[in-house]
Nanobody, 112 residues
Framework: QVQLVESGGGLVQAGGSLRLSCAAS????????VAWFRQAPGKEREFVAS????????NYADSVRGRFSISRDNAKNLVYLQMNSLKVEDTAVYYC?????WGQGTQVTVSS
């Protein structure tokens, strides 16, 4: 059983930054790819970024590439999403996912 807990969301002005964290409990965290998704009101959940088990391979949605950075610390069972140059359209609930497991999400609101 894997549990994922996101944190770090909040309210920020456009152009600002936030760093989200995803804390994982359970076995074999360091063996799996972890991804961030987001869901804005009235929209489907969408992929944001992923990082492979070692942290050496990352992927990003076109909408965030160059502004967001995903990383992980396997010693601490943590995955981070550094979000810079935030835009109003980045407003959403952000979720981390490991395999079939999802966290409860953290709200990010970007004001104009």
């Amino acid at each position: 059983q894997v549990q994922l807990v996101e944190s770090g969301g909040g309210l920020v002005q456009a152009g600002g930054s936030l760093r989200l964290s995803c804390a994982a409990s359970g076995p074999s965290f360091s063996s799996y790819t972890v991804a961030w998704f987001r869901q804005a009101p009235g929209k489907e959940r969408e992929f944001v970024a992923s990082v492979n088990w070692s942290g050496g391979i990352t992927n990003y949605a076109d909408s965030v590439r160059g502004r967001f950075s995903i990383s992980r610390d396997n010693a601490k069972n943590l995955v981070y999403l550094q979000m810079n140059s935030l835009k109003v359209e980045d407003t959403a609930v952000y979720y981390c996912r490991l395999g079939i497991y999802w966290g409860q999400g953290t709200q990010v609101t970007v004001s104009s």
